[in-house]
């Protein structure tokens, strides 16, 4: 399940959660939270965490700030941890500038840190 509700026109809050049980019936889970500003027209910045609770070998699959000509739309989370990502957009006519991070984490050790830039321009 997943809401959102859109404050002034440049806010977005989100929430989300995802539960798969395995064969075995052991349950794995994950809840979710983000908030989207947008200002000047220009600017979007947008911050998510993540929470998962992974149980044995079940496995999720979460796509954290996807983007369509995103080198990475996902990632498999393979234990328990969780994962903050941002990205700041930038848009001007037909040119977008992007940077995303995504810090995931399990307790106080770090798992994966991530970094990705994109700039397109479309000329007509």
């Given at each position: ?55 044995r ?16 739309r ?51």
């Amino acid at each position: 399940p997943s809401a959102k509700i859109f404050i002034m026109r440049s806010i977005l809050l989100r929430a989300s959660g995802a539960a798969q049980r395995d064969r075995s019936g052991n349950y794995s889970g994950s809840v979710s939270s983000g908030i989207t500003l947008c200002f000047l027209r220009f600017f979007t910045l947008k911050l998510d965490y993540s929470h998962f609770f992974i149980t044995r070998d079940n496995s999720m699959y979460a796509s954290i700030l996807p983007r369509r000509d995103s080198i990475t739309r996902g990632v498999a989370v393979k234990q328990s941890c969780g994962m903050a990502s941002g990205r700041l957009s930038a848009r001007y006519n037909n040119t977008l500038f992007s940077i995303s991070y995504r810090h995931r984490f399990a307790a106080e050790r770090t798992l994966q840190c991530q970094v990705e830039a994109s700039a397109r321009c479309r000329v007509h």
